[in-house]
C-alpha cells in the first residue's frame, strides 16, 4: 500500500502519520491479522499489535499508558461476542474499554480514539477494514497531544513555599 499523505485530512499531522496500539486477542483477532498477512490484503502500517490472550486480560492502564507514550489511538480486537475462547472475556472487555472511553473524555481525550472491535480468525478482510476506518478516523482527529491535553485541564500547581519554624 503506497504511503498516505495524513496532513490532507488534518495538517497538524506534518510529515508523521497516526500510531495506533493494538490489543489483539491471541485466538481470533491476532489470528485475522495473520490471514490479513498471507493473503496479503492491504491495510495502513499505522497499527502496532500487542497480542495478548484474551480481551478479557486488556487492563485499561495499558491504554492510558500508550496514549501517554505517544499512540494517537487504542484498538482493542478480540472474538465476537458469545464466542470468546475464555467464555465471558470479551464481556469483560466492553465494560472495560465503555469505563475507559468515558474516563479518557472526562480528560479531553476523544472517545473515537479508543476503539473495540471483533474479528474471527477467519475474517482477515474485516480485520483489515477496521483498521483502514480507525486509520481514517485518527488521521482526521488529528495527531494526539496528551501532555497538552492534561496540562490544560490539570495545571500543575506549585508547592507552597515552607515557613521557617523556629524551635526556641
Known sequence: MPKQD??????LWGDRGPVIVGFLCNWCSYRAAD???TSRFGYPA???DIR?????????????KALRDGADGILIMGCHPGQ???QEGNYKAMRRVALLRR??????VHPDRIQLAWASAAEGTTFT???????ETIAKLG????RDTVSDLAPRTPAPEAEEVSHG
Open 129 to 135: 477494514q477496521t483498521v483502514m476506518r480507525m486509520t
Open 84 to 86: 470468546c475462547h475464555y
Open 52 to 64: 495478548i490472550m484474551c480481551t478479557g486480560r486488556f487492563d485499561p492502564t495499558f491504554a492510558i
Open 143 to 146: 495527531p494526539l497531544q496528551w
Open 35 to 37: 490471514l490479513a498477512g
Open 6 to 11: 495524513y496532513s490532507e485530512l488534518n495538517p
Open 103 to 108: 474516563t479518557l473524555a472526562q480528560l479531553g
Open 46 to 48: 499505522t497499527l502496532r
